[in-house]
């Protein structure tokens, strides 16, 4: 897979960024801040459109491909969406091509970004998860890492984002299954996701 334009784009556009957004970078467990290693299912909130660039700054050190709707890809700015390796999803009609993808790229040891509350988010609080994360990381057997996006209120706030703890679904399904099963994962992953919330807005302006 060809990054060339990917790399080009997130140096011009970051550089100025990191003047502009100054990033606050904190770790739920300040004691354990290692560097995301292999393949990982990177997930957050969504409350507006530079979400993805924010989220670069999160893991600057790592290439990411990340989850956007198809609506994107048949837009006129299609061509950018696919230059920097997006992986198109229909929202209201998950197909097997596309969990395929996500599922291939976390094996390949790639890291994906998603946005699990489906939609841009533009209240205070988080919207509940959606399941399918759960199923793509426990085909893949890979972790999720939940991160918080903190909201700037003012142009000249800094950028805060909190960083979880890796997720294995595995585990915390106990073994099991199915729907319900998933299901139970993604509300533990959006109570981790609270948790990190409250982290970042404890973290002064």
Known sequence: MNYLFYD??????????????????????????ERIR??????ANHFGF???????YAVWYRRMRFVCLQSFFDSRAGWLFEAVHCIPINRDNI?????????????????V???????????????????????????????IIPVYI???KHWYERLVLVIGEKVNVKEVSAGKTGMAAMEEVAAILKE???????????WKR
Request: avoid cysteine; proline fraction near 8%.
């Open 8 to 33: 080009f784009v997130k140096i011009t556009a970051g550089l100025p960024g990191l003047l502009a957004f100054r990033p606050k970078l904190l770790y739920h467990d300040p004691g354990k801040r």
């Open 38 to 43: 292999g393949g990982a299912l990177l997930i």
């Open 50 to 56: 530079f979400d993805p660039i924010y989220l670069q």
């Open 95 to 111: 197909g097997m091509d596309s969990i395929r993808t996500i599922i291939d790229s976390l094996k390949e040891e790639k890291l």
């Open 113 to 143: 970004a998603m946005f699990p509350e489906g939609h841009v988010n533009e209240n205070t609080g988080i919207d509940p998860f959606k399941s399918g994360m759960v199923l793509m990381a426990m085909q893949s057997d890979k972790p």
């Open 150 to 152: 903190r909201p700037r």
């Open 192 to 202: 981790k996701e609270e948790e990190l919330k409250i982290q970042a807005e404890e």
